[in-house]
């Protein structure tokens, strides 16, 4: 069964940090690219951060420094897929999701997790 399930999400402060978890099950999520995107107020969703197999990652600018993506991958085809959120600013705030990079032609999601960032 192929399944998303993100969560992690919350209330932070400027300046706070929060981390997320997706738990992906299926074997293309353990054998490809995965990353987070975002869907902030009135915007597109949009990619935020990456992570292979192999462990190369790629951010988007304005999270570089800040974001930190990492992956465990198990033999049963269970993944977790965390990111590291530090200095949140509130152009962080959005609905947080993952799913493989580059997405499928017709992606599945998750329900997604709220991040809001508030002085």
């Known amino acids: 069964q192929v399944q998303l399930v993100e969560s992690g999400g919350g209330l932070a402060q400027i300046g706070g940090s929060l981390r997320l978890s997706c738990a992906a099950s299926g074997r293309l999520f353990r054998i490809f690219p995965m990353g987070w995107y975002r869907q902030g107020p009135g915007n597109e969703r949009e990619w935020v951060a990456a992570?292979?197999?192999?462990?190369?990652?790629?951010?988007?600018e304005s999270v570089k420094g800040r974001f930190t993506i990492s992956r465990i991958s198990r033999d049963n085809d269970e993944s977790t897929i965390t990111l590291q959120m530090n200095s949140l600013r509130p152009e962080d705030t959005g609905r947080y999701y993952c799913n493989r990079v580059p997405l499928p032609g017709s992606p599945s999601w998750g329900p997604g997790t709220q991040v809001t960032v508030s002085s």
């Open positions: 992570i292979t197999s192999g462990g190369t990652r790629n951010y988007k």
